[in-house]
Each structure stands twice: as C-alpha cells, then as structure tokens.
C-alpha cells in the first residue's frame, strides 16, 4: 500500500509521514518512509545568503530533476517492500509548485505520472498559508514569503489531480493531525481486510 502526502510547506507533512509509520509498526503493520524532496529549502537558503533569487525556470528545472530521481528511487524501493510505503511528498508538489510559480504544467510529469504505480491514497494536508508561514517563521530553520505559500495553496487545488486527493485538516496539533491520520489508516486496513 502505497500512501502519498502532500501539502504547502509548514502543513506538519514529513511529521505527519514520520507519525504515521511509528503508528502503523506500533500495531504490527511493515512500513517505510521514504522522502521526495527537491532540494527547495538548502536553494531558497542559498539564495537568501546570497541575496539573490533564481528564476523560477532554473529553480524549477532543479526541483525537478532532484524530484524526479527521488520518486523513481522511492517507487523501486516500494515495489520490493510488502507493507506501508508513506511518501512525503511526490511529483504533485512539483506540478503545484509550477501553477504557483505561473509555468507551464509541461508533458513530462503528466505522462511519469501516469506510467508509475498509483498510490492507494493522496493526502492533502490542508491548511491556510497564514498559519503555516507562522509554523515556519516560529521553527526558524527556513523562510516562506506569505504570497508564494498563497500561491502555492492555489496551485495544488488547481490541479486536476485535487478533486481525487483526501483533505485532512492540519491546523491541529501534530498529534491531532496524526490521530485523524492513524484513524484514518486502520479504516483502510479493516476495508482491505473484508
């Protein structure tokens, strides 16, 4: 079973990842994490000591071949494992990041997507840009400009990919976040079960 999240940064989607494969092997389940990033928080902090921004082409152009790698790797390493294979984040977060950033969707992500295994579940960890430029600003680790965390949030629900992915709040605390999830997570197992 192969489980994707996803979400604008400072939705809580590598703890929620790293929480729910704790819960699942705490009852017995296999389960692995694995992580898609592209490389976006060490290019924005270069950037940001450099005092320079790269254009968003070339930004892009990077993310996604470090996406794109990471994906691959990822689904190798879930077609050899019998259990839970939770992704923090996939190629949608590359396809949100250009509506973001007002490029093109392009062919190729479409067309990878279409020809890798499809994840038993998208889900979306819903919250406002506000509240997650403040999660970010209060960890102190990176920096997000409030309109490009806005922009981020319209990309992902202007993908046509959105109508199909489960939203899950994710104002709440981590360990909320994480109970809705786990809840969420042993409904499936029991549905697959019968």
Known sequence: MIIVLTGIDGSGKSTAARTLV???RARGVRAMLVSNHAGRRV????????????????????????????VL???????????LVVMDRHLYCQLAL???????????????????????AIVHL???PAEAHRRITARGTD????????????????LPEYAGFLRVDASGTA???????????AGVAVTKRD
Do not use: I
Not at 43 to 54: D, K, P
Not at 73 to 83: P, V
């Open 73 to 83: 790797l990822s689904h190798l390493r879930a077609g050899r494992f019998n259990g």
């Open 175 to 185: 360990f909320e976040v994480a109970a809705e999830l786990d809840e969420w997570l």
């Open 43 to 70: 290019m924005s902090l270069a950037a940001a000591r450099l005092g320079v921004r790269l254009p968003a082409r070339l930004a892009d152009a990077v993310e996604t071949f470090l996406r794109v790698g990471n």
């Open 126 to 128: 819903d919250l406002d």
């Open 143 to 158: 920096s997000e400009n409030l309109d490009d965390l806005a922009a981020f949030n319209r990309g992902y629900r202007e």
């Open 22 to 24: 704790a819960s699942a």
């Open 98 to 120: 250009r509506r973001a950033k007002g490029l093109p969707r392009g062919c190729f992500l479409p067309w990878l997507l279409a020809r890798l295994p499809q994840p038993d």
